[in-house]
């Protein structure tokens, strides 16, 4: 019965998704996001960040579908970078470095990037059927919720995010409450009272998202590069015919494509694991597996086929979280959850149905524009190429611009232009002691949804603390949280000991961590 | 105990981290902070507060706790770069504000550019020109900035 009606709904969606107007906003996203993914050192939460002022005048149908376009059409972009001038210009796609480049190296980069394409296409096509399939489902249990389980869950998205993220578990913590106590900035809802402005009329209002964003992805990486990135252009030409594979390496890649995607599904419905991480679990796994696992690291499509997959499926399966229950999965999810609310719209059970063309807009479009993209890449992907060699020089100076004006007209504010600048400062001085930045974001945006749902809680249940363990949704997210801790404790003091005896090397090549690193 | 140079700089971070949590905890507490079933204001911040200091408490102690890698010579400081940049935002948003769009719009891209070694003055000049053709083509005729293209004063 759900399945039909679901099938409806998508079909439903696909009526607007391709009306004209949505489908040209969708390809503008998909465009442009790809091409800034191309671009070195920028990144979908930098791509999103820098548009999301374009959208506040228009409809939140084409809208969304747009920043979504922009999400997965950067993450295309990414792995053309990693593959064909072994640049991570997006720290997802640093794995897809050690086997792709060596690809290039060798004259496949062509096929490298066909079977990326490929692999993207099956693992998003995977991830938007399980969308579609267990959103309903999952709206069924969140009617259910009360400030109590919100505050649980969120309470677990924020302790996933912190400490599943690549790097210190506990800098994840302490970037974490940084980001919720920027999110308490301004005037209190209860109350009135105006907190943490520091005697800036301007900021009792919030700090503006996009300003919190763009400091902290673009200027302060920005700050850390200058002079230190360098780029050996390489002369690669790659032609269309380069980049069907063949038979082989299409039956080499498909059980690769099909793991990676299964593990970014279980990592895109865990609230809080960053891209990341998936990738380099998709990427550790093959290896494992893998009868030679010697050719990895020199070359081996299954290295390819297997985190792209992954990192696409688990950008689908991320929108579950964020759009049914409102907590976003990692910090390109919270920014899109801004641009929602931006919007008037609040993510959460009651949004699939009041929204209803918004959310299976969104889903058909995710088909629509996956196919945009294909078709987009394969004319275009000379372009691309030239674009990956625009220097830094260039390139940073003229993403000042853009930023600083973005930033301006999204209020019509300079006060906010200082923000960029006060949180690329900042930024770069937290991520020279090594705290990933990404989670700041995350605790920002859901920093007021934390505290309201805290305080009503509590009132309710007249400050008893152990409600949260007393309703059972609740007691299963709070026993989640727990376990994640007790987990965390037990595997760092594992390391610990093992580092005493003796061994050092991890399990994987280190790999540069930049800013959107999660 | 171990020499200055030889910590950490987790240290330092977490020393960072403890402040931090301790100014925002006092700061907290200067709103009214309430009791459990009826919060004030002040009582998230100061619980963020104090888990900030926690943290980065726990955070420097590892930190001292771990000898670091001394092989990985960190690069340089950058300065001149690190400066303009920074020079550069302010200039945008002190010329938006009195002389107008174009001029903000050149200063932001020649400082900035200045920035890096390996422009000279004449390529940051190109570019910035360049820049500000896309900014009157794009921002002020097509997507219709709020900023004048010149002005003088307020």
Redo the contacts between chains.
């Keep these: 019965m759900i399945i039909l009606q679901s099938l409806q709904d998508l079909w439903y969606g696909f009526s607007v998704a391709l009306t004209p107007h949505n489908l040209m906003w969708s390809f503008f996203g998909v465009l442009v996001g790809n091409l800034i993914g191309v671009l070195p050192g920028m990144g979908a939460l930098s791509a999103i960040a820098m548009l999301l002022p ?1 959208t506040y005048t228009m409809h939140p149908v084409p809208a969304i579908l747009m920043l979504a376009g922009i999400f997965y059409g950067s993450q295309y972009g990414g792995a053309i970078g990693a593959i064909l001038l072994n640049l991570p210009s997006h720290p997802p796609h640093a794995v897809t470095c050690l086997d792709g480049y060596p690809m290039t190296r060798a004259g496949k980069g062509g096929t490298a990037l066909g079977i990326t394409m490929i692999a993207s296409f099956f693992a998003a096509s995977f991830g938007i059927i399980v969308m579609i399939f267990a959103s309903p489902l999952l709206v069924q249990i969140a009617f259910k919720f009360g400030p109590t389980e919100i505050f649980s869950i969120m309470l677990l998205g924020l302790l996933a995010g912190s400490t599943m993220a690549r790097g ?1 578990p ?2 994840g ?2 970037m974490t ?2 980001g ?2 920027l999110g ?1 900035v301004g005037t ?1 809802v ?2 009135g ?1 105006a ?2 402005t520091l005697g800036f009329p301007e900021l009792t209002d919030r700090l503006e998202l996009v300003a919190l964003a763009m400091g902290l992805f673009g ?1 302060a990486d ?2 850390k590069s ?3 990135m360098h780029f050996i252009g390489t002369e690669t030409k790659v032609r269309l015919r380069d980049m069907r594979p063949t038979k082989a390496e299409l039956k080499q890649s498909f059980m690769p494509m099909v793991r990676g995607t299964l593990v970014g599904t279980i990592f895109g419905a865990m609230p809080g694991t960053g891209p990341t991480i998936t990738t380099f679990i998709a990427y550790a796994l093959e290896r494992k597996i893998a009868k030679n696992p010697e050719r990895f690291g020199k070359g081996a499509l299954e290295g390819v086929a297997a985190p792209e997959a992954s990192s696409h499926s688990k950008t689908q399966v991320d929108f579950i979280p964020t759009m049914s229950l409102g907590i976003p999965g990692d910090a390109v999810m919270a920014l899109l959850l801004g641009a929602l609310l931006i919007q008037g719209i609040q993510p959460g059970p009651q949004l699939i149905s009041q929204h209803a063309d918004l959310f299976w807009g969104l889903i058909a479009s995710f088909w629509v524009g996956n196919i945009l993209l294909v078709i987009l890449n394969v004319p275009m992907i000379g372009i691309w190429v030239k674009l990956l060699q625009v ?4 390139l ?3 993403a ?2 853009f930023i ?2 973005g930033v ?2 999204t209020n ?1 504010s ?1 006060f906010e ?2 923000e ?2 006060v949180f ?2 900042v930024g ?1 001085v937290l991520m ?4 990933p930045v990404a989670t700041i974001l995350l605790g920002y945006v859901l920093g007021p949804l934390v ?1 309201e749902n ?2 009503r809680a ?2 309710l ?3 008893d ?1 152990l409600v949260f363990f007393e309703r059972p949704i609740s007691a299963t997210f709070m026993i989640a949280c727990i376990l994640l801790i007790g987990g965390q404790l037990f595997f760092a003091l594992r390391a610990h000991l093992k580092h005493r005896r003796a061994g050092l090397l991890g399990p994987l090549p280190a790999v540069h961590e930049t800013a959107t690193d999660q | 105990m171990k020499r200055f140079k030889d910590l950490h700089k987790d240290v330092w971070g977490g020393a960072m981290m403890s402040v931090l949590g301790i100014v925002v905890a006092v700061q907290g507490a200067t709103y009214s902070i309430g009791t459990l079933s009826r919060m004030g204001p002040g009582y998230f911040p100061v619980a963020l507060g104090v888990i900030l200091f926690l943290s980065g408490v726990a955070i420097g102690i590892k930190g001292y706790l771990t000898t670091p890698e001394s092989h990985e010579k960190p690069p340089p400081p950058e300065w001149k770069a690190w400066f303009l940049i920074s020079l550069s935002v302010i200039a945008f948003v002190v010329l938006a504000e009195y002389l107008g769009l174009v001029p903000a719009t050149f200063a932001v891209v020649f400082i900035s550019a200045l920035g890096d070694r390996d422009n000279t003055w004449k390529k940051a000049l190109l570019l910035s020109l360049a820049i500000v053709v896309v900014a009157v083509v794009v921002f002020w005729w097509a997507l219709q900035i709020q900023l004048p293209l010149f002005r003088w004063g307020r």
Excluded: C, H, M, Q
């Design positions: 374009l210190s506990l800098k913590i302490a409450t940084f919720l106590v308490v209190d209860n109350s009272v907190r943490f200027v920005f700050l200058v002079n230190r220097p830094y020089k260039y940073f100076p003229s000042l611009f600083a004006v301006y007209s019509n300079l232009v200082g960029v600048l690329g400062v770069a020279y002691f090594d705290f505290e805290f305080r509590l009132l249940s007249r400050g603390l």
